[in-house]
């Protein structure tokens, strides 16, 4: 069964403060894995989409990195406005576009 | 703004009611997909429409159905409420040919 895991679940830093959210993922074929960001209330924003291992892809202070089992979110040198939930997720290759969420990790970032 | 709008924004129902939730596609979008969103927790896939026709369903009970309409709108529709079906309710839209959705604000479910 198709399954993502997120952590930590929660991750409090100051501003400035580098650091990486971790993904781990178990997909028969994995057609794209995904990261979105959701503030509360609202519905999930996409981010960033990644296909291959060792693909990365970059947005702002964001970059997402991908291998065969994993996948990181490094945040550099983040802000207030950085505070959210990121939200991984994955699609297998095997027809339809059923997507897999992880729980997410909330994103706490202190000025 | 990705152009998904969704209707209602909160409601409360009672258990063993029924409810229908609406959503309005990005226009161009053929898919439309329903997700249910616990507090704290991801979003579950409930089912995906295609063209007006479901080609994907998560692990939800039959009494969860939905439709698509050619105007790029769906509906989601819950019989026979229960208590743990208290959640935010998302649609999503996405093109043919690309996995990433496009989610509108969502529908807060409560059920009394």
């Known amino acids: 069964e198709d399954q993502v895991t997120q952590s930590p679940e929660a991750l409090r830093l100051q501003e400035g403060e580098s650091s990486s959210l971790n993904c781990s993922y178990t997909v028969s074929g994995l057609r794209g894995l995904f990261w979105y960001r959701q503030d509360p209330g609202k519905g999930p924003e996409f981010l960033f989409t990644l296909y291959s291992a060792g693909e990365e892809k970059e947005k702002e202070r964001l970059k997402a990195t991908l291998t065969k089992k994993e996948s990181f979110l490094h945040i550099t040198a983040p802000k207030p406005e950085d505070s959210a939930t990121y939200l991984c997720a994955v699609q297998e290759n095997t027809g339809g576009f059923k997507t897999i969420f992880g729980a997410g990790t909330r994103l706490f970032v202190k000025a | 703004e990705t152009g998904v709008t969704q209707s209602p924004t909160h409601l409360i129902k009672t258990r063993g009611q029924q409810v229908t939730l609406r959503c309005s596609s990005q226009s161009g979008h053929n898919t439309v997909s329903w997700y249910q969103q616990a507090l704290g927790q991801g979003p579950q896939f409930i089912f995906q429409y295609y063209r007006e026709e479901e080609n994907g369903r998560g692990n939800f009970p039959p009494r969860f159905s939905g439709l698509q309409f050619p105007n790029y709108s769906s509906e989601l529709n819950v019989n026979a409420l229960e208590l743990d079906d208290s959640a935010l309710y998302l649609c999503?839209?996405?093109?043919?040919?690309?996995?990433?959705?496009?989610f509108g604000e969502g529908s807060r479910l409560t059920v009394l």
């Open positions: 999503a839209s996405g093109g043919p040919n690309t996995g990433e959705l496009f």
